[in-house]
């Protein structure tokens, strides 16, 4: 028999009795990993700890049923304390797209409360269980929990939420391909791009299938840069949907240094730099501010540099460097620190 079937269930649930509430949650999660039933969901109260609050809600699960991926969906939660002592909620816990707000001060007994949820909806899609768990005073590891259930209908969907370029060089060309999966009744797939820098193309492959292109070039100095792909499609209800797909480019530094000031130790030092890349920056020549600092190269690769700081005396003069020169446009001269 198939885990999730009716005789497999009937094992899960009678097994309950034995493993307690933690067999229960470990459960629900094998069996429904993208929903809970209906009659499930009030056994769900406190499943993950052995202490069960006193602060009982009306409702401990809602489903919202099919939402459009964007929509903020919002939801309070009724609950009332059911014991003798006032009851002090200290914090939530869900997941990241869910904010959750509740009262700050004591519940007394028999007085009820609300806790308002909202799910964005962003970047997302398929169904969702989403569980906020409520911590109180009442004891260690004592909670609450009620769930939001239902679909996220996404009519654009896209194998990541965003674009990164990083560890680029300056001045590289950009290239990046998303293939994108429309829904039923999804047409007038559109794209365009917010910055200069980068160009968005849409392809239509058939079948509700799309590609989009990304091109463009990295800036010619280290930093990072950003843009905005804007989607727009036309719903078979007439109604316009649009998503927003963050770009970002990082260009690093030409050079890396270890380490931001040189300490000496029994008058020595070492001073280790990288080179993002080799074939484009490299250190020409290694200077010190002093007479008495001597540097000596200690290691060199394509991409590495180790350098060995003696000082000759016991006395450091005050604003000691060491000055590195380099063939970068950019960035042509690095100075760091020595201190004792």
């Known amino acids: ?116 949820t909202s799910l964005d909806s962003r970047d997302r899609s398929g169904p969702q269980v989403k569980h906020i768990v409520l911590f109180t005073d009442e004891g260690e590891e004592t909670e609450a929990s009620v769930v939001l259930k239902g679909s996220i209908h996404s009519p654009l969907i896209l194998p990541s939420r965003s674009v990164v370029f990083s560890n680029v060089q300056p001045g590289e060309a950009l290239q990046e391909d998303l293939e994108i999966q429309a829904s039923a009744g999804v047409s007038e797939v559109a794209c365009e791009a917010s910055e200069g820098f980068l160009k968005a193309e849409l392809e239509n492959q058939g079948a509700n299938r799309y590609l989009l292109r990304l091109r463009g070039q990295a800036p010619r100095a280290a930093g990072a840069e950003s843009a905005t792909v804007h989607l727009r499609c036309r719903q078979d209800d007439g109604s316009e949907w649009s998503k927003e797909i963050p770009v970002r480019v990082v260009v690093p530094e030409a050079f890396q240094l270890l380490q931001d000031r040189v300490t000496l130790r029994a008058g020595k030092g070492i001073l280790n730099v990288k080179t993002t890349w080799p074939d484009m920056a490299r250190i020409e020549n290694v200077e010190s501010s002093s007479p008495s600092l001597i540097v000596e190269e200690k290691r060199r690769s394509e991409n590495f540099l180790s350098l060995g700081i003696r000082l000759e005396g016991t006395s450091l003069p005050e604003d000691a460097k060491i000055i590195l020169h380099t063939n970068s446009s950019t960035t042509p001269k690095l100075e760091v620190s020595v201190v004792q």
């Open 1 to 116: 028999m198939n885990p999730g079937s009716a005789g497999i269930l009937t094992v899960t649930v009678a097994a309950v009795a034995l493993g307690g509430p933690r067999v229960l949650s470990y459960c629900a999660e094998h069996y429904f990993p993208d929903s809970v039933p209906s009659w499930l969901a009030p056994l769900l109260q406190g499943t993950s700890t052995s202490q069960r609050s006193a602060l009982r809600f009306e409702e401990m699960l809602f489903d919202f049923g099919t939402i459009l991926e964007g929509h903020i969906l919002e939801r309070e939660f009724r609950f009332v304390n059911h014991s003798d002592r006032p009851v002090t909620i200290q914090r939530a816990r869900a997941c990241a797209c869910v904010t959750t707000t509740f009262p700050k001060d004591p519940i007394a007994p028999g007085a009820d409360g609300i806790i308002h």
